[in-house]
């Protein structure tokens, strides 16, 4: 979503505020107190400091791209430490964090965003992260507990706008009365939430099929979602089965249980439903975008390495985000023990104590979204306060919540909950798109207890997912930070209750492995790529998959586990069903291939090739297309530009023309062929789920979804709307780049923009321009190794991407390296706030030291924080 800051405000307020805003950045630019404005915020780094709450010393070193390995004697100083250091760091990030996961953004932006607040408020993600606080462990609510008090020790020392970020300054202009409160234990674990809902796997898809269904039969729907390819693309898990209430890597295959799919529903409700999901920010991904959300990771034994100990790489695909949605630290106890048990490097998230993806002395660890089916959407009869089940009228849950809005009166909310989960298509009821509602085309709904379908559609619709249950993944994340072997990441993995990943292992002893841990449900009936009817109760949620039942590996023989959001296991070998919805493995059979071609013959890899292989580019499509395009009769300048697809290789560097021809071929096919089918929401934005449906259409020449709709009395063939791409293509390329083809270069277009995720876009250019950097020319495609995804609908400009890069070297922990998307610092102009962008962008990485000795040598500053009340620091005038 896209926050306008000054919507809220009458037209001419908004001028106004603008032309004050301009004026204001100029008067201070010119009298140069901006600089002073801006480098008020900047933190201490080096000397001394007091901190309030700390027992002993604490010595925080970063390195020249300001990333800091912070060095406690107890955890609970490490952890407070954490939490200051954040907060010196990043601190507005965290804040605007906290309001995104309570729905109080309002309180921050105004009446702009009452629909992202309202959205929340329904899920009630802060009311469910509050449940969950005392179901964690003591010690994980003492870390929390912790972490906050050092956030507010460094909040009581810097009052005042201008002393904490620059963007409290600006914000000063049309919010003045703001003030952030201090930080809570359930700040943190709402953030979860948050990482939870934008890895919540295949909800876009499913509100997608319905609404595809309000215009297509059931059967060309279906077309549009294929089946995962898995004779091509290999699954993660290609052995083993659950035997006697475990899964054994080495057991026979059991079949699953074969289950009808959903019967498409009705589809006014749902279409308030999809824009209600829609309106929530999205703080790490955008699964709603088209093309999902993907990430990379895999591992490597050491009888296939140089250094003979396991390698390790990961890289997450999510949102562009400035600053990165990662923030890199290294948490260590000064002398590890079981009382002060960490000694561990990696990507942190800032507002949450720990280490989220990395290394500690013994093992390494990375994530990829597993994508299961873990919410569903139930359509529900409502009448008054009350909704149909069984046959009988049961009442609703209703709750009124009070939204404070910026320059504004509160809002009051009322909100209903079935027994399915909140109502939300209640929060965009203003929003009624002219869709038919017939339930005719559900020809296998099981209606009410009776038999009996109700006479009208369903008119509400009711979100269940597993992250609006408390659960403990905060104590996850703690213990895979101690974990030492394999069995204790085990048991780390089995309290990731939220949201299911792939978690690939290896370990200083040389094993590897991968588990697939998560709270998924076992449904009754159906297999959750529709949305269903509540009214029957047919399709309640059973229960969930016990952990042990969930697939695993450990030192598979062929010394080697790819992860890249592909099919888990083959339905054939795994009795659960665990989604139907997974990406289409056009990535992670690429990893495969070239390991494999890496390590025959006896072959092994190093880091550098590890990290070579993130950087891979080829598009993975290419090679079904291309002979397709060439084969055509073709007239008109398109001609010479598709010469420019002989003999490519299907790479997608910065200066390659013929991906740029390719991408705006494939975009245009894309709109041409499908946009006049489908509806608004259902439409493609790209993706490897379109790699496999066109792929399929390839060999079906007349295929319907070839005609163009719009053209009464012919019907458009394959050949035909290939040749409309090639020439819509080249007549977008030569305007927007030049008639000379061989001057078009992929970079030019495809382009990341580091948007500031609240600012960022608040449309008035000088804002803007203090916080937003780039553009940067970015390589790879949606679906290469090198994932730099783009929306076809939109523009080629990158808009997810590989969040952060790191290899891990099991051997030697400083020969290991890292990269994030933008910096260690929040501070707009400050030296780290967007360094390591040329770094990633161009595919280089810095070292991931750990040892201390390395960590003292590299490092820039030195800080020592010490036992004390802070001195306040005087608002700034």
């Not at 100083?77 to 953004?105: C, I, K, N, P, S």
């Not at 569903?376 to 069984?390: A, F, I, Q, T, W």
């Not at 939220?498 to 290896?506: E, F, G, H, T």
């Not at 073709?634 to 200066?655: F, H, I, N, T």
């Amino acid at each position: 979503m896209r926050f306008r800051p000054y919507a809220w405000m009458p037209r001419p307020l908004t001028w106004l505020a603008r032309v004050l805003t301009v004026l204001v950045v100029l008067g201070l630019a010119l009298g140069g107190v901006v600089v002073w404005n801006v480098r008020a915020s900047f933190p201490q780094l080096a000397g001394e400091l007091k901190v309030d709450g700390l027992v002993g010393k604490v010595t925080v070193y970063r390195d020249k791209t300001g990333i800091p390995h912070i060095y406690a004697d107890s955890p609970e100083d490490l952890f407070l430490a954490q939490g200051y250091v954040h907060a010196q760091d990043r601190f507005f990030e965290m804040d605007f964090r906290r309001h995104v996961t309570a729905g109080r953004l309002s309180e921050m932006f105004g009446a702009a965003t009452l629909t992202e607040d309202k959205v929340i408020r329904t899920m009630g993600w802060r009311r469910v992260a509050e449940e969950e606080l005392p179901l964690l462990a003591e010690k994980t609510r003492h870390y929390l507990d912790a972490y906050a008090k050092g956030v507010n020790s460094w909040m009581d020392r810097n009052r005042g706008a201008a002393a904490r970020s620059l963007e409290y300054a600006v914000m000063q202009l049309t919010n003045s009365g703001y003030e952030p409160e201090p930080w809570t234990p359930v700040d943190s674990l709402a953030w979860l939430k948050a990482m939870a809902w934008d890895l919540r796997s295949n909800m876009s898809d499913e509100i997608g099929r319905a609404l595809a269904a309000t215009r297509l039969p059931r059967g060309r729907v279906e077309q549009l979602w294929p089946g995962y390819p898995f004779a091509e693309h290999q699954p993660i898990v290609t052995r083993g089965s659950v035997a006697r209430g475990r899964f054994d890597q080495d057991g026979e295959p059991r079949s699953s249980v074969t289950r009808q799919p959903d019967a498409p529903p009705a589809a006014g409700a749902l279409a308030r439903a999809a824009a209600a999901v829609r309106a929530v920010p999205s703080l790490m991904g955008d699964p709603a975008g088209g093309s999902g959300i993907g990430s990379n990771s895999w591992v490597v034994s050491g009888e296939h390495t140089v250094s003979g100990k396991p390698l390790l790489a990961n890289d997450p695909h999510l949102s562009a985000a400035l600053p990165s949605v990662w923030y890199q630290a290294g948490l260590h106890c000064r002398k590890k023990s079981a009382a002060c048990p960490f000694d561990v490097t990696g990507f942190t998230f800032s507002g949450v104590p720990g280490v989220v993806i990395g290394r500690n002395d013994r093992i390494a660890w990375g994530f990829t979204n597993l994508g299961p089916d873990v919410a569903d959407l139930y359509m529900e009869k409502v009448k008054d306060d009350s909704y149909l089940l069984m046959g009988q009228w049961k009442p609703l849950a209703v709750r009124t919540e009070t939204i404070e809005v910026a320059g504004g009166g509160p809002v009051r909310l009322r909100v209903r909950d079935t027994m399915h989960g909140p109502i939300i298509s209640d929060v965009m009821e203003g929003v009624r798109k002219a869709l038919p509602g017939a339930i005719e085309t559900a020809e296998d709904l099981s209606g009410d207890a009776t038999g009996n379908i109700p006479e009208e559609a369903a008119d509400a619709v009711a979100l269940k997912w597993t992250a609006l249950e408390p659960g403990r993944s905060a104590d996850a994340i703690f213990a895979l930070d101690a974990a030492q072997n394999w069995q204790e990441f085990r048991t780390a993995a089995a309290s990731f209750d939220v949201p299911s990943q792939n978690l690939v292992y290896a370990d200083v002893d040389g094993n590897i492995g991968y588990q697939a841990p998560g709270r998924i449900p076992v449904r009754a009936k159906g297999d959750g790529t529709w949305p269903v009817p509540g009214w029957s109760g047919e399709y309640a949620w059973q229960g969930t998959i016990p952990f042990d039942e969930l697939p695993s590996l450990y030192n598979p023989p062929e010394g080697y586990i790819v992860t890249a959001n592909n099919a888990v296991a083959d339905p054939e070998r795994y009795p659960h069903l665990l989604t139907r919805d997974w990406a289409y493995g056009y990535r992670s059979q690429r990893i495969l291939d070239l390991l494999r071609d890496a390590l025959k013959d006896g072959g092994k890899v190093d880091v550098e090739a590890m990290s070579g292989l993130q950087q891979d580019s080829r598009n993975g499509f290419a090679g079904f297309l291309v002979p397709r395009l060439m084969e055509l009769d073709l007239a008109g300048p398109a001609k010479d530009a598709r010469e420019l697809l002989r003999g490519w290789d299907g790479s997608q560097g910065l200066e390659s023309a013929p991906a740029m021809y390719f991408n705006a071929v494939w975009r245009h096919l894309l709109i041409e062929t499908f946009n006049d089918d489908l509806p608004e929401g259902a439409r493609p934005g790209g993706g490897d789920r379109w790699f496999e449906v066109v792929r399929v259409m390839l060999d079906r020449e007349a295929d319907p979804f070839w005609d163009d709709a719009g053209t009464a009395g012919r019907a458009e063939t394959r050949d035909d709307m290939l040749r409309r791409a090639l020439a819509l293509a080249y007549d977008e390329l030569s305007a927007r780049l030049g008639p000379d083809v061989a001057a078009w270069r992929w970079g030019d277009l495809h382009s990341l923009t580091l948007t500031h995720q609240s600012l960022g876009t608040s449309g008035i250019g000088p804002v803007e321009w203090l916080f937003n950097r780039g553009p940067f020319p970015v390589s790879g495609n949606d679906d290469a190794v090198n994932a730099a995804g783009w929306d076809v609908q939109e523009d080629y400009a990158v808009g997810w991407l590989p969040s952060m890069r790191m290899v891990v070297d099991l051997a030697d922990p400083d020969r290991s390296r890292w990269v994030n998307l933008t910096g260690a610092s929040g501070h707009a102009f400050h030296d780290n706030y967007a360094d390591q962008a040329p770094l990633w962008a161009s595919g280089q990485t810095t070292p991931m030291l750990s040892r201390e000795e390395s960590v003292r040598k590299a490092a820039a500053n030195t800080l020592t924080l010490l036992p004390g009340a802070a001195p306040v620091q005087a608002p700034a005038p």
